[in-house]
């Protein structure tokens, strides 16, 4: 009996191991081949070892481009939608007031509706109005339509426990309500908006289908793999995605590493109390 | 005299500022999706945008003169104020404009101007002509949701009960492939199970080519281009999506309560199905709307991965609406997929209750 339930125990950690390796599966093969050195236009089949698509990962002008009005794009939309979506998460975790429920509801369908749902009503609403060209501008409002959902969702579920009495004690003790906001609210809920604005930041970069239908002649990182596929698959676009993987897992690893500090610095004053 | 007039007055308003304000919101709105898709035609724009001004520049005085209750009442709404203006114009006004389309007609094939006239038979091109890709999408994409089930469930329970102090890095692993891009990971698949690559070469290695071709997963030697490699795509694709809420509902699963369990001699099996699988069952329910909405509006998995004989609705949209410049049949195909993915979701909320999506 015990030794039938080890083997089930066992079966399955395999089973889950097997499951980890195969979210691995195209990451193992997008960064060794990255190191390869295609023979033709397609980075398909290995060849040989080369470090040469790493020593010159800018050498494709336009994907380089591309990245770049990404980039940009992120970094607009995800300031806009940062603000927007965190003022809304405030006023729905600080605030009992009429209609809240109702503003919980819509928040979320804009996440139940399909991406191509999204990105071709977008595109319609830009067709009826005449004046408006498609380009880095309509992908950002774009962007920033479905990335203020997610802020305002994820900062509220991150400032879920905050103690909004905090704000009382500051006003008693003479504190405007501006300041008060500033030196007690805002440093608190700050890393809740940040990984909020990270996660908004990701989803724009990687965006591919919203930005598809409202992108007209500017081109995306996304749009310009999507476009490569179809005639070349430079190895440059592997280094290129091995690159951010690495950052994205560099900032993964400081912000668990700072945020288990602070957890770890928060208790000591605590105990010092 | 003035002030004794006055002072009440301001009172009431006061009292009833959080009416006024969520009038606002809601007349704001309205406004912005009224201008947006076009329910009012020339002449009448000017009138609306002064509503819109007249509103805003209203809610700011009262904040002005309505002393600190108004105030009070008043400052969720305007918190909320920017962001839900921007989804009414950008949300909520673009899918009047898509039903709109849906039922317009287009005078001829190159033209751009649409008028709206009640045109049904959009409606029923789009069965006619695309029923085979809506097949596709609800199947496929309820298929991959029941696989990443299959896959996540047991990967976040291990994770959640069995990781100890790794816990947080073993989620982090889980994650981390999906920092590439999206069409990276989709195209680096369709390398990886090309007819050359390395996976049908191992299959016929080991002689599974055979088994896979009568389990329907190969078709004449070929991996890719078959059904079975853009369900896997979506899979592999929407699976962080099933796995990180399922996570979620086991993590805050009492431990305790399967000790008391066990230590009443109820087996682990039984322990499993009487209190752990219930309670991370909103789990579960959040990841299956998580996983299929976004699979069955997927176009780039049956791209990459399938052929013309697995395309999805979404590959019909794109193809009718960018490339046909056919709007409104490809809006009609949206709206139906909107409709029915809203009806689908609803009916799932009643039979499973209302579950936690936020």
Avoid at chain 1, 120 to 134: E, K
Avoid at chain 1, 221 to 241: E, K, S
Avoid at chain 2, 303 to 321: A, E, K, R, V
Wanted: glycine share 8%; proline share 5%; aromatic share 12%.
């Amino acid at each position: 009996m015990r030794k039938r339930s080890k083997i089930a125990r066992w079966a399955l950690n395999i089973y889950a191991g097997m499951g980890m390796f195969y979210l691995f599966v195209p990451i193992l093969f997008i960064v060794a081949f990255s190191f390869n050195k295609p023979r033709g236009n397609y980075n398909i089949v290995w060849q040989s070892f080369t470090f040469d698509n790493w020593l010159s990962p800018f050498s494709e002008r336009s994907l380089t481009a591309a990245l770049w009005v990404s980039l940009r794009i992120g970094a607009v939309s995800t300031i806009v939608s940062t603000i927007l979506g965190s003022l809304i998460a405030i006023a729905l975790s600080r605030y009992k007031f009429r209609g809240s429920e109702g503003i919980n509801l819509f928040l979320v369908l804009p996440l139940t509706t399909p991406e191509i749902v999204l990105g071709s009503s977008l595109a319609t609403l830009f067709l009826g109005q005449n004046f408006i060209n498609f380009g880095f501008v309509t992908i950002v409002i774009a962007h920033i339509m479905f990335q203020v959902s997610f802020v305002a969702l994820t900062v509220r579920a991150r400032i879920r426990g905050f103690d909004w009495t905090l704000e009382q004690a500051a006003q008693d003790l003479g504190a405007s309500p501006w300041r008060t906001f500033w030196r007690v609210t805002f440093p608190l809920i700050l890393p809740g908006i940040l990984a909020a604005g990270l996660l908004a930041f990701a989803l724009s970069i990687d965006d591919f289908i919203i930005t598809f239908f409202n992108a007209g002649s500017t081109v995306t990182f996304p749009l310009q793999i999507y476009g490569a596929a179809r005639v070349r698959i430079p190895p440059q676009i592997n280094v290129l995605a091995s690159m951010i993987l690495f950052a994205s897992v560099a900032i993964l690893l400081v912000g668990t590493i700072s945020g288990a500090r602070r957890q770890a610095s928060m208790l000591g004053s605590r105990n010092t109390k | 005299m003035n002030t004794t007039l006055l002072v009440p007055a301001r009172q009431r308003v006061g009292r009833n500022a959080d009416r006024v304000g969520l009038g606002a919101l809601i007349v704001a709105s309205t406004c912005l999706v009224a201008l947006g898709a076009g329910w009012v035609g020339g002449a009448f724009r000017p009138v609306v945008v002064l509503v819109l001004v007249a509103v805003v520049v209203g809610l700011l005085v009262l904040v002005a003169i309505g002393g600190p209750q108004a105030r009070r009442l008043l400052a969720p709404y305007g918190l909320l104020q920017p962001g839900i203006l921007w989804l009414a114009l950008f949300f909520l006004a673009p899918v009047w404009s898509l039903l709109r389309i849906s039922l317009s007609t287009k005078p001829s094939r190159f033209s751009v101007d649409y008028t709206f006239s009640w045109a049904f038979e959009n409606y029923t091109t789009a069965f006619r002509d695309f029923g085979k890709q809506f097949e596709h999408a609800f199947v496929y994409a309820a298929v991959a949701t029941v696989l990443t089930v299959l896959i996540g469930y047991p990967l976040a329970y291990v994770i959640a009960f069995r990781g100890g102090k790794y816990k947080n890095i073993l989620l982090g692993l889980v994650v981390i492939p999906f920092f590439t891009s999206y069409l990276i990971r989709t195209i680096a698949w369709s390398t990886i199970l090309a007819d050359r690559g390395p996976t049908v070469a191992i299959l016929h290695n080991v002689g599974l080519v055979r088994l896979f071709e009568v389990l329907h997963i190969m078709n004449n030697g070929q991996l890719l281009n078959t059904p079975a490699a853009v369900i896997g795509g979506l899979t592999y694709n929407f699976l962080p999506f099933m796995l990180l809420p399922i996570y979620v509902s086991l993590e805050k699963i009492d431990t305790n309560l399967v000790n008391a369990a066990n230590d009443l001699y109820s087996s682990s099996v039984r322990a499993f199905r009487k209190i752990v699988l219930p309670l991370s069952i909103p789990g579960v329910f959040a990841g299956t709307l998580l996983t299929f909405i976004p699979a069955a509006g997927d176009f780039v998995n049956a791209q990459f991965l399938g052929s013309p004989n697995t395309t999805m609705i979404g590959n019909s949209i794109q193809d009718q609406f960018l490339k046909q410049n056919n709007y409104p049949v490809a809006s009609a195909m949206a709206a139906v997929l909107m409709v029915s993915i809203a009806s689908l979701v609803l009916i799932y909320t009643r039979l499973f209750g209302t579950g936690d999506l936020a």
